[in-house]
């Protein structure tokens, strides 16, 4: 393979065969360029092909030659494929012109369109792609923002849907363990209100049985006394001799049954008159009962239909929270998938950093022989 001897601040001409056709020169001009680089800032051939085709070369022949150009007729590239870190090829400058040009002018042209060359590599091979990797480092740390953002978001909103799921089945805890205990209150005064009710009721019965026995009383004592007055007077009738008669003894002996009888009966009343005063007393602390009974019933009651609003209430609640929680776990995915994503996007990142590390800007050098 045929290389070239890099000697540095030199340039290479050659000057083609001129040959005459209507009065017109076809001249070539020759340069050779040695390029130094990394491996991330190659250029390729067609790049530099491409490079060296552009207008703005032919416009700086053009401006350079001035009248002695008729035409540039465009820049041929050769050599030899490039290395892993350096790639050294050779342009030409085809012209033609009505004379031959000065060394001069051939060198000015070569120095143009050289330093055009170099500056579009610059720009093509490090600037640019700079650019690109630093635009792409800035967008892939947002996206690396926004995501680390969503996926905090995600956890507090699941931490705050469980936290409040929780409280509300501690809520739910305590408002049934009240329901219960109020619940067994008011079984229990129901209960002490029906054996209330029950227990006036057989008062009250007692206490007319007992008036009644007490009214019988009252009206047999009213007839003692009455047989009691009869006998006293039918025994004053009875002289003293005849006191040892038969109708005597029967008559001091219907007496005194008489007398034992009233007796009997005082005694009887006095007893039925006490229970009966004993049954009205029982019965005041009844009546006295059931009003603080009937007000406890309607607290109980009162309270306990709270309680099943409030249960109501916490279960929809609690329901609201298991959707929340629901939809959350539906959400799994896409937080897997956000992992995932910021696991790509961290790789990305450090392989911009790396390229940026690595990537160095072109180095050009033009040679001669």
């Not at 012109?97 to 590599?121: F, I, N, Q, S, W």
């Not at 002996?253 to 009887?268: F, G, H, I, P």
């Amino acid at each position: 393979m045929k290389t070239l001897r890099p000697l540095p601040l030199f340039a290479v001409l050659a000057l083609g065969a001129a040959l005459p056709c209507q009065g017109t020169l076809d001249v070539s001009i020759e340069a050779a360029v040695l390029t130094q680089f990394s491996g991330d800032t190659n250029p390729p051939n067609a790049l530099v092909v491409a490079i060296l085709n552009e207008p703005e070369v032919g416009d700086a022949v053009r401006r350079i030659g001035g009248d002695a150009i008729d035409k540039f007729q465009g820049t041929g590239v050769g050599g030899e494929p490039p290395t892993a870190s350096s790639y050294q090829f050779s342009f030409t400058l085809h012209l033609q012109g009505k004379a031959e040009l000065p060394r001069a002018t051939k060198d000015a042209m070569v120095e143009a369109v050289y330093e055009h060359l170099c500056r579009r590599l610059l720009e093509l091979t490090y600037e640019a792609p700079g650019r690109h990797l630093k635009q792409r480092y800035a967008e892939l740390s947002k996206q690396h923002q926004q995501l680390v953002l969503e996926a905090t978001a995600l956890r507090a909103r699941n931490a705050q849907a469980e936290t409040e799921q929780s409280a509300i089945q501690q809520l739910q805890s305590n408002n049934e363990l009240e329901l219960q205990a109020v619940q067994l209150d008011l079984a229990t005064e129901e209960r002490a209100n029906v054996f209330l009710d029950k227990s006036r009721a057989e008062l009250q019965d007692q206490r007319e049985r007992l008036r009644a026995q007490k009214a019988e009383l009252n009206e047999l004592a009213q007839q003692i006394e009455q047989q009691l007055h009869v006998a006293g007077l039918q025994l004053g009738k009875l002289t003293t001799p005849v006191e040892q008669t038969e109708e005597f003894r029967k008559a001091r002996a219907e007496l005194a049954n008489l007398q034992q009888q009233s007796r009997q009966q005082n005694r009887d009343y006095l007893r039925i008159t006490e229970a009966l005063e004993d049954v009205q007393a029982q019965l005041s602390r009844n009546l006295e009962q059931l009003p603080v009974s009937s007000l406890a019933l309607q607290r109980y009651r009162a309270r306990l239909e709270t309680l099943r609003e409030r249960h109501r209430e916490l279960a929809d609640r609690a329901e609201k929270a298991a959707g929340v929680r629901r939809d959350l776990a539906e959400q799994q995915a896409r937080a897997e998938r956000i992992s995932i994503d910021l696991d790509v996007c961290r790789t990305l990142l450090i392989e911009v950093q790396q390229k940026l590390g690595r990537i160095e800007p072109i180095r050009c050098q033009l040679l001669r022989q």
